[in-house]
DNA sequence: AGCACGCCGACT
DNA sequence: GTCGGCGTGCTC
């Protein structure tokens, strides 16, 4: 088979017809092209190869011929852009179908795999097949809709089609019977410590003697990996051993993870709904009544219900005998915000980071049986097996935690809105502050836009200050961190008994060594990032790496004795809190503090009981805490997030502005909220101060206009990674010179070579390449194709489509 | 991705 | 010989 024949047999052939709203449709069949392109290109590579491979086949001719009876497309957890064919002897025949998993020997190893179609002709020579060994499902684990979706995904963010399978499969199915084989290695049988003396005292043998010595101590299998680590040897001793006839390598199977029980806990809640929220409701049960795809944009702020529309929608559905699935950000992902749904649907699946590959293949089984027909998790639960999907719901739809960091690098988002075109679902996209994607998408009547107006607990919104702080300095005339007013409050918020919260987003106590002289900062000599002054620990850090060294004397640049430490973290807030008010009771919490999920439910906890009067925090403060008797919230910069080296700096402060202002006057009590900055004109602090997202957005969505930045273009971003640099920049400018040459810059514009923000990561230098194309036309499928041919794995290169950072 | 295989230089 | 450190190419 190969090539088109068998696509066309096979599911692959159903190419499908789906993208963001754009021109990915015919994005999806220039990458699929890219692919079929690469797998004729390696047939012809396989001519060198000839040679070695016959070697083998002569071996192997005396075992029995296969008696295929079909032919199966496999495609396995490895970033090979093509699936392998393997042949099905009639045992298997009737079980082999797509979506169904295999256990097949790879280049020596067993592994699982899926099938992704089947034929009944091979163009593969027949002396090179395999057979498949196993089938190790009944039913396919994912259905044709789920299949084709990971194919999409596939093809979308330029990864294999077994890596797409891999992030949507739970990690026990990766491995058969939920376990993972490892090498071990043991003395053969009969071999004691009089067979050292073969080894002793020979310094060429000096490895070989410590691995069997270390061997026939330990009087058991030692796994390969740890002893090659810690014996810091490579293979080779150990290969000499087994040619030798003194040791055995062995495949045995891993462990199992132990299989822990989790907690429920139910917050009822029930309310009369608003005009907005009942029209939302409607509007959304009538398309799940017609079976038709509805993209939403449920656009409201804090507390204005979108999560009564949620339950209400998914209540309609369940009452049609559809599921629901719902995503909200990892860290939202809580008890309280579970409960909501737990109690009012009996049956529902929550997929959570802390659970174990046990706990999460229960639930995909429970859910894909349809036991469950309601999931509730972070990004991953998108892919949940949920029979006859009717809604699927992003709440706070522009966290960028919904983007993957690592392959596939999809966005869940994404990922959500193209599955409910798939199936036809209904897909409401929740946020008071959405993305400029979304809301262009709203605007432009791709989306439906919802719009909840009504806060619907008929609170005001909180009044927001902004304070300039070029005007805050104390007597010595120095910057200050906390301004006269926001001191103030402060003083007054703890002398009333209510509580404060102080947001900060940088960890530390003053995050940069200056030097005077020189005016070098002082930076990770691996990562090339400012290292920051932990005071606890008397050294710096680097945030990037987690290396720390001691606090240099002098400058490392310069020499001159004349380093001071600049700017502040949390730990600087809290300290000079305490000489504000020595007595108010102060919390601290970032990634400094928070070792453990435990850490950051006691902190919670003590200021939810009132044990607290001001909490300090960074980012993890900053989103879906509720707490009614905190009255004032200060941002003491809001600088930061504005100066970082990304086009959604401005996007992403608003979100930060607004999310921190949701903290306070929730309940009766009227709340302040204080943002410290210099930047006292810009759009994204005067607008969030105001409430007005509309103002914000029209302004920000003007700029990325003028700019050519999305929603007005696709970005694709390509990061090289090698401890060599003259490598990464060999191969990074040959990149661009290929893409340059083959696309048009009106078709893709090409930005780069040029380090990376971290350009210094761990030792390994970092380059990337920027590609900007226009909406339509197919400069972006053309890119991703030629990229795909670009394929070496001397620089690590990496595609990361529609960034979320520049990072 | 792994992982063999082959080549080279260093050491002894 | 032995060993480690590369680069190259393959895996149905």
């Not at 296969?66 to 042949?87: D, G, Q, S, W």
């Not at 034929?119 to 299949?147: I, M, N, S």
């Not at 293979?235 to 822990?260: C, E, N, T, W």
């Not at 969505?701 to 999305?710: I, N, V, W």
Request: hydrophobic residues 40%.
């Amino acid at each position: 088979m190969g090539t088109g024949k068998s696509r066309s047999n096979g599911i692959g052939a159903a190419r499908p017809e789906m993208g963001l709203f754009g021109p990915e449709a015919a994005d999806v069949v220039a990458a699929s092209d890219a692919r079929r392109a690469h797998k004729g290109a390696n047939k012809g590579a396989h001519k060198g190869a000839q040679k070695g491979a016959q070697k083998k086949g002569q071996q192997k001719a005396k075992k029995p011929p296969i008696e295929a009876v079909l032919y199966a497309e496999v495609a396995l957890n490895r970033p090979m852009r093509r699936e392998y064919t393997y042949a099905v002897t009639a045992a298997f025949a009737d079980r082999v179908v797509p979506g169904v998993r295999v256990a097949v020997s790879f280049s020596g190893k067993r592994e699982v795999a899926v099938v992704t179609a089947t034929a009944t002709e091979t163009d593969v020579p027949k002396g090179r097949l395999k057979a498949v060994d196993d089938v190790l499902d009944d039913e396919p684990v994912l259905d044709e809709k789920l299949l084709e979706l990971t194919r999409w995904i596939a093809d979308y963010y330029a990864c294999a089609w077994g890596e797409a399978l891999s992030a949507v499969l739970p990690a026990a199915m990766k491995r058969e019977g939920g376990r993972k084989t490892v090498a071990v290695l043991y003395p053969a049988p009969g071999v004691d410590e009089s067979r050292l003396e073969e080894l002793e005292g020979k310094p060429s043998l000096e490895k070989q003697y410590r691995v069997l010595r270390t061997l026939l101590d330990a009087r058991g299998p030692v796994l390969r990996k740890d002893l090659t680590k810690k014996l810091n040897v490579t293979f080779g001793p150990v290969q000499s051993l087994v040619k030798r006839g003194l040791i055995v390598i062995d495949q045995v199977i891993a462990a199992p993870d132990d299989l822990l029980s989790g907690d429920r806990e139910a917050r009822p809640r029930h309310a009369a709904l608003t005009d907005d929220q009942a029209t939302a409701v409607t509007r959304l049960t009538e398309a799940i009544d017609a079976d038709e795809f509805c993209p939403a944009l449920l656009y409201g702020v804090t507390g204005s219900g979108k999560t009564e529309v949620y339950l209400r929608v998914i209540e309609e559905a369940l009452a049609r005998g559809k599921g629901a699935i719902v995503l909200v950000p990892e860290i939202a992902l809580t008890p309280q915000t579970v409960g909501w749904f737990l109690d009012r649907f009996g049956s529902v699946a929550v997929l959570h980071s802390g659970m174990t590959d046990l706990q999460r293949l229960d639930m995909w089984q429970r859910v894909r049986s349809g036991e469950a027909r309601v999931v509730v998790g972070a990004r991953s639960a998108i892919f949940a097996p949920v029979k006859n999907l009717g809604v699927i719901v992003v709440d706070e739809e522009h966290e960028p935690s919904y983007k993957q960091g690592s392959v596939p690098r999809y966005h869940a988002r994404d990922v959500a809105v193209v599955r409910a075109k798939n199936v036809g679902a209904v897909c409401v996209l929740g946020s008071a502050t959405p993305s400029l994607e979304s809301w262009r998408n709203a605007n432009q009547k791709r989306y439906v836009l919802l719009r909840l107006r009504a806060r619907a607990s008929g609170n005001p919104l909180p009044k927001v200050e902004i304070v300039d702080m070029r005007g805050e300095r104390d007597e010595r005339g120095k910057p200050r961190l906390f301004s006269r007013r926001l001191e103030t409050l402060l003083r007054e918020t703890i002398a009333r008994s209510e509580q404060s919260i102080l947001f900060i987003n940088r960890r530390g106590f003053a995050p940069i060594l200056w030097c005077q002289e020189c005016h070098e900062t002082l930076k990770c000599n691996e990562c090339d990032v400012a290292m920051t002054w932990h005071k606890r620990l008397e050294r710096m850090a680097c945030h990037s790496c987690c290396k720390e060294i001691p606090v240099p004397k002098a400058c490392p640049s310069c020499t001159a004795p004349a380093l001071r430490f600049l700017g502040a973290g949390s730990q600087r807030v809290e300290e000079i809190l305490r000489l504000i008010a020595p007595h108010a009771r102060v919390g601290r919490m970032d990634s400094d503090t928070m070792m453990r999920r435990e850490d950051y439910e006691e902190t919670l906890g003590q200021f939810g009981r009132g044990e607290l009067d001001v909490l300090v925090g960074t980012q993890m403060i900053a989103k879906g805490l509720d707490f009614p008797r905190v009255t004032l919230v200060g941002i003491v910069s809001a600088d930061a997030s504005l100066h970082q080296p990304d086009f959604r700096a401005s996007e992403r402060t608003y979100q930060l502005v607004s999310q921190v202002a949701g903290r306070a006057g929730r309940a009766d009590l009227p709340g302040h909220i204080v943002v410290q900055t210099t930047a006292t004109e810009e759009p994204s602090i005067v607008c969030a101060a105001a409430h007005d997202y509309d103002s914000f957005a029209l302004h920000e969505d003007a700029e990325r206009e003028r700019h050519g930045y999305p929603p007005y273009t696709r970005l694709l971003r390509v990061v090289w990674e090698d401890e060599d640099e003259k490598r990464v920049l060999e191969a990074s400018s040959h990149a661009a010179k290929i893409l340059r040459e083959e696309l048009g810059p009106h078709q893709v514009q090409v930005m780069g070579p040029a380090p990376a923000p971290m350009a210094l990561q761990r030792g390994r230098h970092r380059v990337h390449v920027m590609l900007k194309a226009p909406l339509s036309g197919q400069g972006m499928s053309r890119a991703r194709a030629i990229l795909s041919q670009l394929h070496t794995q001397r620089p690590r290169m990496a595609i990361d489509v529609d960034p979320a950072s520049m990072m």
